[in-house]
């Protein structure tokens, strides 16, 4: 049985907090880079936080020894501040809850796992992980989906006695009721419920290495922390259900839920690191030059639309702007293309110093000390239009910096074989001196007279110069590339192209 909607009374009375009562958080693992998911989840949470002017926290769920790695943890923090997404407590700036990394809570866990065992509501269960192995062997031959049969939870004193004899080490396992329906409001998903017996048998707590289990330790960290929403996708819809019956046990008020729809693929495959690679971190784009504010605004959108349905929008204006109610249960497809769009709208629309700025780290691999400051932005104003990312400014730039560019021979043979457009090209050295470098809008006037005055115009007037300039018959407009070429330049270029030509 799957998660449904209900009408039924919830088993916890969940009542809306005070906008100064909200506490939010992102709990991310650092088993992995940061995925675009999780990045999501944390805009989300930001833009819930700032909107009631609460807190917005970071913690990590670091308790898989043997995947968490430093490294994924210094991605995670890189990665979310480069998107704007500041938390106000957290591992590196400490906060009134702290600690922040479940490792160093592990004798906490224990401490309150103990409290569970000492009112009945959790117990030491003794088996052998090849025990449980062979029973979920069994229960896949019969065709059963794989459960703990709850063998553990009356053993006598005598079994209990011979299992510590044999040395074997126990783990702590929370009693899960059966039959019961857990049921709670969604923020986002309404009334749901989910069957008990949907949810795998008495579920570990504590492991019998000593280390709690998800499942345990977020509900003890979101009681210690005061988290009022938990926001997150909804693939964790039955770990909600378990985590309910913990809260209700430990006599614990819990937090909302929200239930954010998962991110698929234009295929309906859900977005992941073994399907899609380095392509499903927020990093990777970060590399291919796609800017912070495009990423936010195109991940705040797969799921949320504001009232005036509008698609652009700032970090701030999305929190000003942020509800549940507007947030679609649909599943989110991750569309490049539509990124891509975003991308290009604030390439064309941040201030240029900052656009011009951010494109230096790709133009590493050319000589950008021949030209000033103004005529670096001079270029990067020429080629934006065209760009979806800041990777692309180099391929689109790179004839600027260069000796000469390279001009194919099917350029050569379909252009300047023809008498007119070698008219044009030595007509245009001879008016190297009129020409007003610095404004494009009146080179280009020049070389339209230039035109008139020969008898050409489109593209028998441009193609030839663009060639020669630039080796390519498209590209920035053609006042653009004079006035940043200057004189010195645009003859050497041109009578390189003459010569090959002649």
Known sequence: MTAK???????????????????????????????????????????????????????????DEERSEERFTEDIFAGLKWLGLNWDEG???????????????????????????????????????????????????????????????????????????EGRVPS????????????WPDQIRGQMAIETTDLGGDMVIVKSSG????????????????????????????????????????????????HAALIFDNDHRKLSKRVHGEKAHIDYYRQQGYLPEAIVNYLAQMSFTPADGREIFTLEE????????????????????RLNWFNGHYIRSLPIESITERCMPYLTGVDTSKYTDKQIQEIII????????LAEVLAATRFYFIDKPEINEETKKSIFTNLQAKEVLTRTIQELGKLPYGDHKGCKQVIDSMGKELGVKGKELYWPLRAALSGATQGPDLGSIISILGAERIKSRIEAALASCS
């Not at 709990?27 to 936080?49: E, F, I, M, V």
């Not at 702590?172 to 049921?183: D, Q, W, Y």
């Open 318 to 337: 999305g929190s000003e702007m942020f509800e549940f109610a507007r947030m679609s249960k649909s599943p989110a497809v991750f569309d490049l293309q």
């Open 172 to 183: 702590v396992r929370f009693i899960v009721e059966e039959p019961r329906t857990v049921i």
């Open 211 to 258: 280390i709690a289990t998800y499942n345990f330790a977020v509900v003890v960290d979101d009681v210690d922390m005061k988290i009022s929403h938990v926001i997150r996708g909804e693939d964790h819809i039955h770990n909600t259900a378990k985590q309910l019956l913990i809260y209700e046990s430990l006599g614990a008020k819990p937090p909302q839920f929200a």
């Open 91 to 165: 591992p590196d700036i400490g906060g009134p809850y702290a600690p922040y990394r479940q490792t160093q809570k592990e004798n906490h866990y224990s401490n309150i796992a103990n409290q569970l065992i000492a009112k009945s509501s959790a117990y030491l269960a003794y088996e052998t992980p090849e025990e449980l192995a062979a029973l979920k062997e069994e229960q896949k031959a019969k065709g059963q989906p794989p459960r703990y049969d709850n063998r553990g939870r009356h053993l006598s004193q005598s079994h209990i006695e011979h299992f510590i004899k």
């Open 5 to 63: 909607e209900t009408s039924a009374k919830p088993l916890h009375n969940l009542n809306s907090h005070n906008q100064q009562d909200v506490r939010v958080r992102i709990a991310p693992s650092p088993t992995g880079s940061l995925h675009l998911g999780t990045a999501r989840t944390a805009l989300y949470n930001y833009l819930y936080a700032k909107r009631f002017k609460g807190k917005f926290v970071m913690r990590l769920e670091d308790t």
């Open 382 to 389: 020429s080629v934006r239009e065209g760009l979806s990312t």
